[in-house]
Antibody, heavy 118, light 111 residues
């Protein structure tokens, strides 16, 4: 069974760093792109970027380039999304998802809620 | 403002059919057959309903169908059921540096 399991909810202060994770199982982790999607409270889905764990090829949406870093450790089938300095506006639910087809994400993690507040 | 335009809301009665539109440009929806549709219930992760314009993943009801004409893609739900009430999002590959764009989402209400 294909599964993507994300790390738990986080509460951080502005300026702090954070790295959340997404562990894949039940399929060849190195053979599929993994994408990250943001959903701010009460808002729609926003595509952040993707990574190919096989060779760590990464692409970012211009809206998120320089704001976050996407990485992966194929030895433990885990993708990551990290911030070096969080802002209150980073408060959102973050989902990872497996890319089956271009723009087609067939398996999703349960989401990681990130709350940034002083 | 989202790159793809969807109506904010649609509604229908049980048993009826509804269609949700998703309008883009020749750089995304109109230029490639990489349009997907997602269903999201409150507090849940999105679920892929249609990919590559009209393909249904295994396990998705055949009441859901997708199509495209020019720069507009459409999701049709036939035989509307109460459990179809949810938010629906379209997405598309784009030749711009964004790579993938989502629509703003449509809230479906089953009356």
């Amino acid at each position: 069974e294909v599964q993507l399991v994300q790390s738990g909810a986080e509460v951080k202060k502005p300026g702090e760093s954070l790295k959340i994770s997404c562990k894949g199982s039940g399929y060849s982790f190195t053979s599929y792109w993994i994408g990250w999607v943001r959903q701010m409270p009460g808002k729609g889905l926003e595509w952040m970027g993707i990574i190919y764990p096989g060779d760590s090829d990464t692409r970012y949406s211009p809206s998120f380039q320089g704001q976050v870093t996407i990485s992966a450790d194929k030895s433990i089938s885990t993708a990551y999304l990290q911030w070096s300095s969080l802002k209150a506006s980073d408060t959102a639910m973050y989902y990872c998802a497996r890319q089956e087809s271009v723009a087609g994400y067939d398996y999703w993690g349960q989401g990681t809620l990130v709350t940034v507040s002083s | 403002q989202s790159a793809l335009t969807q109506p904010a809301s649609v509604s229908g009665s049980p048993g009826q059919s509804i269609t949700i539109s998703c309008t883009g440009t020749s750089s995304d929806v109109g230029g490639y057959n990489y349009v997907s549709w997602y269903q999201q219930h409150p507090g849940k992760a999105p679920k892929l309903m249609i990919y590559d314009v009209s393909n249904r993943p295994s396990g998705v009801s055949n009441r859901f169908s997708g199509s495209k004409s020019g720069n507009t893609a459409s999701l049709t739900i036939s035989g509307l059921q109460a459990e179809d009430e949810a938010d629906y999002y379209c997405s598309s590959y784009t030749s711009s540096s964004t790579y993938v764009v989502f629509g703003g989402g449509t809230k479906l209400t089953v009356l």
